[in-house]
C-alpha cells in the first residue's frame, strides 16, 4: 500500500467530527407546550463531541437551558440529544425563521448553525432521556 494524497484527504475526511444540528417544532405532551426542538447528532465515526452553549440568534441571543438537559453535553458517535424551547420565549418576528436560528458550540470553539428537521416522526420520545420538571 502507497500512501497517496488522495488517501490522506480520506482519512482526514472520515475522521473528522461531523456534528449536525436540526429544529423541529413540535408540542411537549407532558405540559402541552409548544416548543421548538434542537437536535444534536454526533455523525463522526469515532470521535466523540462535546456541545458547551445552545442559542437562537436573534436580535437579542435566546439561550436553552433546561433543568433536564444540562450543558455542557459530551456525544458519543452516532449518539443524538434534544433540547427546547418553549416557543413563546422566542419574539414574534423571527418564529418562522427559528428553524435556521439555532446554534451550538462545541467544546472547539465551533459554532454549527441549524437547518429545518423535515423527518421528524410524528410522535416520539426525546433523546436525551427523562423529562422530569415538564
Avoid at 65 to 83: A, F, G, N, S, V
Wanted: include cysteine; hydrophobic fraction near 40%; glycine fraction near 6%.
Amino acid at each position: 500500500w502507497i500512501a497517496t494524497p488522495l488517501g490522506w484527504a480520506r482519512d482526514a475526511f472520515l475522521g473528522r467530527r461531523q456534528v449536525v444540528l436540526k429544529v423541529h417544532r413540535a408540542i411537549l405532551i407532558e405540559g402541552h407546550r409548544d416548543c421548538y426542538f434542537v437536535n444534536v447528532t454526533n455523525h463522526s465515526r469515532d470521535r466523540e463531541v462535546e456541545v458547551t452553549h445552545i442559542w437562537f440568534e436573534c436580535e437579542r441571543r435566546v439561550h436553552v437551558l433546561q433543568r433536564d438537559r444540562p450543558l455542557p453535553k459530551r456525544l458519543r458517535p452516532d449518539e443524538t440529544w434534544e433540547t427546547w424551547l418553549d416557543v413563546s420565549l422566542l419574539p414574534p418576528a423571527v418564529r418562522d425563521d427559528a428553524f435556521k436560528l439555532a446554534r451550538a458550540r462545541l467544546s472547539t470553539d465551533k459554532v454549527l448553525k441549524s437547518e429545518r428537521n423535515m423527518t421528524v416522526p410524528d410522535f416520539g420520545a426525546v433523546p436525551g432521556g427523562p423529562i422530569g420538571g415538564v
